[in-house]
Every structure is written in structure tokens, then in C-alpha cells.
């Protein structure tokens, strides 16, 4: 069955260190890709997604880039804030117009920047 | 506009009662989903519906779970028979149709917890 693989946390890192969270996937055909992001007290919210190989998903100074040869999707931000500690969630979708299209989720990855 | 709502927030049931967990998806969602998400765990898949219907019941754990949709738009979850390893916060999620690259949008969840 398909599953996410995503690094233990918690990540600490200083404000405006560059961040890097990995995550590889095992899945049948193309699915697409998403890291959600839940803050403190929130629900979750998707921050970007990549429905294809070679696309790079994008959003508020985040960066993932589909790799099929690799199975990956790491999640990347060049100069982080605090305001971005929260768990983040790498997630796949294997819709193929019929079949299952819950989502599968990694266990999350917790997030700490300090000022 | 107003997102995805779900009742109770919290719930709090003895060991073998019923319980109903209601959402309320975004207005013109078509696709609903459930989630269940133990404690640092990431969410995982339960049932979706496009429409009334149950597109994909193959995370549901056993017989002691089942969702339904009367009219499309509405979700009650229902347990029967709750045990203490039902404890878990579950999500629900709405998007506009059934499709890998669509976004989920997830409501805040409800936090069951069987003593």
C-alpha cells in the first residue's frame, strides 16, 4: 500500500536558518503530492502541492520539488522565522479517477525556530 | 466564507456507549472525507464520499464505524461500542470534487475520548 516516510522531529533550528524537512513516498502510479502545515491551536492547512514529476509546489517562502527517480518531496525554506514553527505533514494522493482518494499521511514533522 | 465545521469539538463517552460526530462541509463541496488522527500520529484515512455515496470505505477499522450522507452535504461519523483505542481526534474534510490534485480543506476536529 502506499506510505509517506517523513523525518522524526522535533527540528530545532535559529531564526533565519535554512530548513529542510525530507520525505519520500511508496506509491502505485502518479500521485500527487502536498505538505499540510498544522500551527499551534490550528487546524490543518495545505501549504503547497505538485500533482506531477518535476513540478516544484511553492508558497510563503516554502519549496518542494516533485522527484520521481527519487520518490521524494523534501520540504525546503531558505531563511525560516518564527512564526513558522508548527507540525508539518507530507501527504500522497493516488486518485485515479475511481479508485480510493483519501489522503495518506507521514507522522509529522514539529517544527521549532528559535529568535 | 465560512469552512469546514465540526460538533461536538470535544466529547468525552464511557467505555461501550455511541457516539455521532457531525461535519458540516464547505457549501458546494461535493467530496467528503474522514480522518482519524492519534496522538503524534499523522491523520489517517477513513471513508470518503462523493455525494451521498461512499466512494471508499477502506479505512474504517472495523464494523464498529460508519459514516453516512444523507443529502449530500452533512456528515455524521458513528461509533458503536466505543473502546479506549477509538480516543483519537477526528478530522473531517471537504473539497470541491473527488480528484488526487484537488485541496483538502480540514476542519478543526473533534477530540474523542472513551474512559
Known amino acids: 500500500g502506499d506510505s509517506v516516510t517523513q523525518m522524526e522531529g522535533p527540528v530545532t533550528l535559529s531564526e533565519e536558518a535554512f530548513l529542510t524537512i525530507n520525505c519520500t513516498y511508496t506509491a502505485t502510479g502518479y500521485p500527487s503530492l502536498f505538505w499540510y502545515v498544522q500551527y499551534p491551536g490550528e487546524g490543518l492547512q495545505l501549504l503547497l502541492k505538485a500533482t506531477k514529476a518535476d513540478d516544484k509546489g511553492s508558497n510563503k517562502g516554502f519549496e518542494a520539488t516533485y522527484r520521481k527517480e527519487t520518490t521524494s518531496f523534501h520540504l525546503e525554506k531558505g531563511s525560516v522565522q518564527v512564526s513558522d514553527s508548527a507540525v508539518y505533514f507530507c501527504?500522497?494522493?493516488?486518485?485515479?479517477?475511481?479508485?480510493?482518494?483519501?489522503?495518506?499521511f507521514g507522522k509529522g514533522t514539529h517544527l521549532i525556530i528559535q529568535p | 466564507g465560512a469552512g469546514v465545521s465540526q460538533t461536538p469539538s470535544n466529547k468525552v463517552t464511557e467505555k461501550g456507549k455511541y457516539v455521532e460526530l457531525r461535519c458540516d462541509p464547505i457549501?458546494?463541496?461535493?467530496?467528503l472525507y474522514w480522518y482519524r488522527q492519534s496522538l503524534g500520529q499523522g491523520p489517517e484515512f477513513l471513508i470518503y464520499?462523493?455525494?451521498?455515496?461512499?466512494?471508499?470505505d477502506s479505512g474504517l477499522p472495523n464494523d464498529r464505524f460508519f459514516a453516512v450522507r444523507p443529502e449530500g452535504s452533512v456528515s455524521t461519523l458513528k461509533i458503536q461500542r466505543t473502546e479506549r483505542g477509538d480516543s483519537a481526534v477526528y478530522l473531517c474534510a471537504s473539497s470541491l470534487t473527488a480528484g488526487g490534485s484537488y485541496e483538502q480543506y480540514f476542519g478543526p476536529g473533534t477530540r474523542l475520548t472513551v474512559t
Open positions: 501527504a500522497l494522493s493516488s486518485y485515479s479517477g475511481g479508485g480510493a482518494d483519501g489522503l495518506t
Open positions: 457549501s458546494g463541496h461535493t467530496a
Open positions: 464520499f462523493q455525494g451521498t455515496g461512499a466512494a471508499d
